[in-house]
T-cell receptor, first 110, second 113 residues
Framework: SQQGEEDPQALSIQEGENATMNCSYK?????LQWYRQNSGRGLVHLIL?????REKHSGRLRVTLDTSKKSSSLLITASRAADTASYFC??????????FGAGTTVTVRA | KAGVTQTPRYLIKTRGQQVTLSCSPI?????VSWYQQTPGQGLQFLFE???????NKGNFPGRFSGRQFSNSRSEMNVSTLELGDSALYLC????????????FGPGTRLTVT
């Protein structure tokens, strides 16, 4: 069963706009990670946030974590066509395996 | 540093056959995990190897097996293939257990006919 669920399932935005997607999970976690996948290829690690952290930035990415609500959000600012991809959240519950959500498909229109 | 490599990239097999997929982790990485990705079930954890030992296993039948060699390279095997085994099989490596981010290979696309 999947630990995380992303919302929305799909998102279409104009280049230059911001994209926000959310992830909810069910059990306590060690850390939460976000990955990007382009057209059925391998996953690219974007950012990791530990359970004792609330916010993290990496370039145009901003991730928040609310452990009381068991939720996380990923914000991509000033989106580009190259950001078109599927985005997955993955939770590590301290047993060294990642549980992935179903993903959010983001389309950035030129 | 070279990334995670997986061979072959594409494979077509017939029901009932068996298949072996290979994964070479990033140099120095000792943990290798395997995931199956399908449109219906999404990304699901298969197993994790560290120091040539399977440390963790997902909820898959015994037809799915794997191993890790002393150089950390890993193989997974699926016997008696079923149509539902058609999927993208992804391998990921990390420095050690619980080291945070995992680095994924490009995957092997398996089609069972």
């Amino acid at each position: 069963s999947q630990q995380g669920e992303e919302d929305p399932q799909a998102l279409s935005i104009q280049e230059g706009e911001n994209a926000t997607m959310n992830c909810s999970y069910k059990t306590s976690i060690n850390n939460l990670q976000w990955y990007r996948q382009n057209s059925g290829r391998g996953l690219v690690h974007l950012i990791l946030i530990r359970s004792n952290e609330r916010e993290k930035h990496s370039g145009r990415l901003r991730v928040t974590l609310d452990t009381s609500k068991k939720s996380s959000s990923l914000l991509i600012t000033a989106s580009r066509a190259a950001d078109t991809a599927s985005y997955f959240c993955a939770t590590d519950v301290n047993d060294y395996k990642l549980s992935f959500g179903a993903g959010t498909t983001v389309t950035v229109r030129a | 540093k070279a990334g995670v490599t997986q061979t072959p990239r594409y494979l077509i097999k017939t029901r009932g056959q068996q298949v072996t997929l290979s994964c070479s982790p990033i140099s120095g990485h000792r943990s290798v995990s395997w995931y199956q990705q399908t449109p219906g079930q999404g990304l699901q954890f298969l197993f994790e190897y560290f120091s040539e030992t399977q440390r963790n296993k997902g909820n898959f039948p015994g037809r799915f097996s794997g191993r890790q060699f002393s150089n950390s390279r890993s193989e997974m095997n699926v016997s008696t293939l079923e149509l539902g085994d058609s999927a993208l099989y992804l391998c990921a490596s990390s420095l050690g257990r619980g080291e945070g981010e995992q680095y994924f290979g490009p995957g092997t696309r398996l089609t069972v006919t």
